[in-house]
């Protein structure tokens, strides 16, 4: 912990009225007046025994902190809960305060700082426990824990910070109505459905109980020992949208629209991967951003149940601020994503997306552009959404058809 002394001002503990207690002592001692020298020890006695029982106030004192959940969308409540626990015969009181970011609780419109003060006897525990609102996207911090204490008067508090004890809370881009955005289809192996001829190897949907007849190469052997009888593997249609969506951050901090702006387009890439894993379609992130804290920039393409809240994560923690051109992310990491198709965010045109498109052609990769200023003939044949800039963000999701 780390200690910081808060001394509250009281006549009975300066430093002048010590002084004259000592020299009562003095003159006490010297002319044999034994009722002054007694009132004199006892006061020294009293401002004595007050430090010691500060001093060990924190002794055996323990704080601990949680939160009901971590990942929230704005607007939303999280219940964050503080326990104090007073391990020791010595009485305390103790005052609480909790920093705030990015959250609000309703009883504090500054939504900076939550205060809590009680007094716990020997062996005793007290519990605080708040409903915070998550008010933008972000990861935000709860905490840490700022603990007073002392002795029951208050003459000689001191205050500790316990650390390591902040919380974290993820909070996801809002997620607005958007229109129906069709997304082009790759087409590998024939028309899709079960007569297929040739099944897309790469994308297994799941199992099911083995067919008499069926090829011998479809038994999924781990799946028929956990299940005791023959299982085989059901494939994905081999003609569907697996989308890439590449976010470049590229742009925002140059045009000074790292606030709102990039916020609404970060809302209607969350809400276009939502609406494809509903649609039963892989999705996956690409992006040249920096992050708050640990992120990735890329995550394949893949239908599971963590997909979509990874790529929420990796938007929450998404900067506006660039740590690389977005066509050497591309050029790293979309060979390893064969068969995509791309969604490809960003503030406007620039030579770093003339450069990702002419990498993206090469690699013969269908492309759907979303651009906060109007598309100029950068597309070249691909299609493209024009999010506007005095709309909301639901109006955005419609978007309007570029001309190719």
Known sequence: MRERVRRVSSLFITAPLLCMVGLSLFLGLLYGQRDLTI???????????????ASASFFRLHGHQALDRHKVFPGEE?????????????????ELRVSLEGLRHASRRNGTELTGETGLLWYQAAGFQWELTAERRGVHQVGPLSIASGDLFGFFPKEK??????LEVIVYPRLVPLGNLSMPKRDFFGTPGDESPVKDPVYILGTTDYHQGRPAKYIHWKASARHHRLQEKVFEPSRQEKVLLVVDVGGFTEEGAAGEPFERMLEVVA????????RGCPVGLLTNGSFAGEGKGFLHVAR???????????????QPTPRSSVVQVVDAVLPLSWGVSCAYFAFAENPGTHATV?????????????????????????SGYHLSDQGTA???GAGEAASA
């Open 304 to 318: 599971n149940s963590a997909s979509v809240p990874d790529i929420l994560e990796v938007l929450a923690r998404l």
């Open 78 to 94: 999280v219940s964050f809960e503080a326990r104090l626990e007073n391990s020791k015969f010595l009485p305390v009181w103790l």
């Open 271 to 278: 809400s276009l991967a939502v609406q494809l894993d509903r």
């Open 161 to 166: 910070e316990i650390p390591g004890s902040s």
């Open 39 to 53: 009132l004199s020890f006892l006061v020294f006695a009293v401002v004595g025994g007050l430090r010691l029982w």
């Open 358 to 382: 002419e990498r993206l052609k090469r690699l013969r990769v269908p492309v759907t552009f979303f651009t906060l200023q109007k598309i100029g003939d950068m597309t070249n044949g691909m």
């Open 394 to 396: 639901a109006e955005a």
